[in-house]
């Protein structure tokens, strides 16, 4: 979570969790979901679930908080107070205007050139490569409908949200159908908050965007729509905020009929079910909210939530060192192969300790030497409030290429990150171990990718000493306060 003493960037909201409220598919109880994971728990028969198919998509809408007598009160001081002059009022509809709203962490890293002053007077360009990162809460409306409201702030935040149902809206409302599908609509969010994340002093040439568990969620806000008219003159419109009761846009030129809104088909809300339990003992799974790696009390086997279920993980343990206190920390081992554009296929460490230490961009040709260990690159699985930290772990990790020893004794604890989830940060791992040459990141940054052959979960020991956390193999280093959201 950002840190609640920064101030935020015009577009960025306060971190608010969005709750979606449903019904438990076990007891039919009210259930609540958090737009931003897949855990939900019934306090009533205290069945776990997973939010199965596209986490990314979820469609909602708020319930009216104003009466229509009360909108068409408001409307008409509205009038009077600033002296429009009209013969006819009509009675408030009630209109379900949509809005997007994306929750995302959003890492940029950016190539480009920086301008300096190295005399007084003379500026000269200078290579700049760079990586931002942010939590984003942004809203934005989903049509081109005036309202009056650019977003919804915080709002969806503090009122109850419920899922999507064009059976179970209040009566006589009509709905707008969203102008964008989500896709498009999740391209223009990152695109709208990827623009905050840039230095001024800088001319990014090209970039590398990773958007990591990102949740879009489509708001239908309710307005009383108060239509008013003087004499033969065109129809104009008010639009009431049927949730705080302000007039939020008035004096609108209005068409004869709004189109109903029953003449479309819904977007699908994406809530689907399926029981947290353990595909082998049938166990209730451990998973805390936003966590994506659950694990059974009883097997102690760990399953990560995909969007068509649980899938198991292969993971070992590191030994602890004979220290009871140890923390053990989560990264996942990707094997696989570098591409380079011009280049072969590099697939074994030497060649990447040959770019990271030397800077050396090997030439055509396949990069594979005999008796090599193959290229592994490690992703942090857990939270840190320093990302740059993150990224230099995960380098420092990769190019030690270290075996640590294995323990006899089960994993505990779930971690934030599946293996898809961690995939996307592959590219800003490697961006990190290419720092020292410039020219092998540009290389990357112009069209390189990293090829995965497989994945596996390590659990690595940290022993503490004060308010430091050291990895006693590598000699790595976290400070206890970094440690946790952001």
Not at 201 to 211: K, N
Not at 281 to 293: A, G, I, K, S
Not at 370 to 386: D, H, N, S, T
Request: aromatic share 8%; charged share 25%; proline share 9%.
């Amino acid at each position: 979570m950002p840190d609640p003493a920064r101030k935020p960037l015009p577009g960025e909201l306060p971190s608010n969790r969005l709750t979606v409220s449903t019904r438990c598919p076990e007891c039919g109880a009210p259930l609540g979901i958090d737009a931003g994971s897949r855990v939900a728990s019934c306090a009533f028969c205290h069945r776990a679930h997973y939010v199965a198919g596209p986490r990314e998509f979820l469609t909602t809408f708020l319930e009216p908080r104003l009466s229509a007598q009360d909108a068409l009160a408001g409307a008409k001081r509205h009038l009077r107070e600033s002296q429009v002059r009209c013969t006819e009022v009509e009675l408030p509809r009630l209109v379900l205007v949509p809005y997007w709203r994306l929750q995302t962490r959003l890492y940029r890293w950016i190539f480009g050139t920086r301008l300096v002053a190295p005399h007084p007077g003379q500026m000269e360009e200078t290579p700049r490569s760079s990586m931002l990162a942010r939590d984003f809460d942004h809203t934005w409306p989903a049509v081109s409908l005036d309202t009056g409201l650019s977003g919804l702030s915080t709002r969806p935040s503090v009122l109850e949200v419920k899922a999507f149902d064009p059976q179970a809206l209040p009566a006589g409302a009509t709905w707008l159908r969203p102008e964008r599908e989500a896709s498009k609509a999740l391209e223009q969010g990152l695109d709208l908050v990827t623009g905050l994340l840039h230095h001024d002093d800088s001319r990014p040439e090209a970039e590398r965007r990773v958007p990591l568990q990102h949740s879009l969620t489509l708001i239908f806000f309710p307005f009383f729509e108060v239509r008013h008219r003087f004499r033969d003159e065109g129809c104009r419109r008010i639009l009431v905020d049927a949730v705080g009761g302000e007039v939020t846009s008035s004096d609108e030129t209005c068409e004869a009929e709004s189109p109903p809104g029953a003449a479309w088909l819904p977007p699908s809300s994406g809530l689907h079910f399926l029981p947290l339990a353990c595909p082998d003992c049938t166990f209730t799974l451990d998973l805390e909210v936003r966590h994506e790696v659950c694990r059974c009390p009883n097997c102690h086997r760990a399953w990560e939530v995909g969007e068509s279920g649980l899938g198991r993980v292969t993971e070992q343990v590191s030994r602890a060192a004979k220290d009871p206190s140890a923390r053990m920390l989560p990264f996942w081992v990707f094997q696989g192969s570098l591409s380079l554009p011009g280049h072969g296929e590099l697939s074994d460490m030497g060649t990447l300790k040959r770019l990271a230490y030397e800077g050396q961009v090997p030439g055509p040709g396949p990069g594979t030497s005999e008796g090599v260990p193959p290229m592994e690159i490690l992703v942090p699985a857990f939270e840190c409030r320093q990302p740059d930290k993150l990224l230099e772990l995960a380098a420092r990790f990769s190019l030690a290429g270290q075996e640590w020893p294995r323990a006899d004794t089960p994993a505990s604890g779930t971690c934030l990150l599946s293996s898809e989830s961690a995939a996307r940060m592959i590219d800003l791992c490697l961006l990190r171990v290419l720092t020292v040459s410039p020219a092998a990141q540009a290389s990357f940054a112009s069209g390189g990718c990293f090829s995965s052959r497989g994945a596996r979960l390590i659990w690595v020991a940290f022993r503490a000493e004060g308010r430091e956390w050291i990895e006693p193999e590598t000699g790595a280093v976290l400070q206890e306060n970094m440690l946790g959201a952001w």
